[in-house]
């Protein structure tokens, strides 16, 4: 990994969102979705996946989430059982409530929280699986009070049964039964749009390749999503009291993901900028995806030593990192002074796949220094909110002639007309 001083460090990345030949194609297989529904889906589904499958083949049957069973290992049951209570119980405390606030004019002002009514996940096919975010994109959802969640993901290679076993278990899992195999921009346009077999859904969530990443682009606003994710990332800030190991395992962790993934160690410590890159160097080498790591290293990867740690603080807030780890003497000193992180891991022992897999917080985290103004996914994602307004008459003629100048200082009698009717027959009857 390249040593840099902090004046030479500059992370130019470009998110890749898409050639205009990607987008026209997307905007044409939305369009003949939305208008030949089934029969175009089942029609790209075959152009892209190979697969061809009938109507009724769409929804995943139920001997297949017991055959799955079947396939996969009992440990990884156990493990995506503890995973999902841990998730669960971190995203109970997230729940809202309804309020309702009676002033004693008689006004009553207020706030109703509903969670959605239906929402769809995305969970991709591809490279790798990830049954881990099934968990993090459903339990939310679920805690949140959503009635429906259905997901969709692209059908194997031998159609009917091929969908991933790990997969189908975190689902079942979760407690989702409705299942599609649908992948792509036409299975984004299925769950937009409906077809004669897949209802619409209010939300669309979970990552996708660049063509599902422009479709929920363009559906947003018919649909809510939840966001165009980047590629991974990690930051991690340390001192001497760093160990080596450690810290080159976990710039490693986040490498592997892509090659467009971002790996940075920010310490003061030259001694321990020497020796971690001659630790990734060495780990690097056992990896199974050492190509990957090694190419996101290259371009994406990088350490650089400050002058202290607080100039290291002002760096992290600059990157705003999906992932940040404080490995120093006294890590939580420095909390409070971040101000721009997707997920802080704090301490030696708390790895970010701890975050990923297992601990509760939801591994669904703003990218591409987003954490500016996003969040991780939670509850608040998937509920909806109204407000409540009943004011009283006496408040009315206390306070109608300031809402009437308010409104005509925009220019909008008819707005000051309905108060001013009210107004005048309140009046004339006392």
């Known amino acids: 990994m390249r040593i840099l001083k902090a004046s030479e460090f500059s992370l130019n990345r470009q998110v890749d969102y898409g050639t205009p030949k990607q987008l026209e194609t997307v905007k044409n297989i939305l369009r003949d979705v939305r208008e030949e529904k089934d ?245 690097l080498a056992e990896l199974p995806r050492r190509h990957i790591a090694a190419a996101s290293l290259e371009h994406y990867g990088a350490i650089i030593v400050v002058d202290s740690l607080d100039e290291g603080v002002q760096i992290v807030n600059k990157l705003a990192p999906e992932h940040l780890e404080i490995m120093t003497a006294d890590p939580m000193s420095w909390v409070g002074q971040i101000e721009n992180a997707g997920a802080i891991f704090v301490g030696a022992y708390s790895a970010e796949p701890v975050g990923d897999y297992f601990a509760g917080p939801n591994h669904i985290i703003p990218t591409n220094g987003t954490a500016r103004f996003a969040s991780p996914v939670d509850v608040d994602m998937f509920i909806k909110k109204s407000s409540l307004i009943r004011y009283s008459k006496e408040a009315l003629l206390q306070h109608g002639s300031t809402i009437m100048e308010l409104a005509r200082r925009e220019g909008l009698e008819g707005h000051a007309k309905a108060i001013e009717i009210r107004l005048q027959a309140e009046r004339k009857v006392d």
Not at 52 to 70: N, W
Request: with cysteine; aromatic share 6%.
């Open 39 to 283: 029969a175009a889906l089942l029609r790209y589904t075959a152009l892209f996946d190979k697969v061809e499958l009938t109507a009724d083949q769409l929804l995943v049957p139920d001997a297949c989430y017991a055959a799955a069973y079947t396939q996969v290992e009992p440990s990884f049951i156990e493990a995506i059982r503890q995973a999902a209570a841990n998730i669960r119980t971190f995203h109970e405390q997230q729940k809202r409530r309804s309020w309702m606030d009676i002033q004693p004019d008689g006004t009553m002002l207020g706030q109703i929280v509903r969670p959605l009514a239906r929402v769809g996940v995305y969970v991709p096919g591809g490279k790798a699986s990830y049954p881990s975010s099934v968990l993090m994109n459903v339990i939310p959802a679920q805690v949140a009070g959503v009635r429906e969640i259905v997901m969709v993901t692209p059908p194997g290679t031998n159609g009917q049964e091929d969908i991933d076993p790990y997969i189908l278990v975190a689902a079942a899992e979760a407690g989702v039964r409705e299942v599609y195999r649908a992948g792509g921009a036409q299975a984004i346009a299925a769950l937009a749009y409906g077809t004669e077999t897949i209802r619409p859904v209010d939300k669309i969530c979970g990552p996708g390749n660049i063509y599902v990443a422009l479709a929920k682009r363009e559906v947003y606003g018919v649909v809510d999503i939840d966001s165009i994710a980047g590629p991974s990332e990690i930051v991690v800030l340390a001192d001497s009291t760093a160990n080596p190991a450690y810290v080159a395992a976990d710039l490693l962790s986040q490498a592997e993901h892509d090659e467009m993934a971002s790996a940075v160690l920010v310490t003061d410590s030259p001694a321990l900028a020497t020796a971690v890159a001659d630790e990734v160097a060495c780990q």
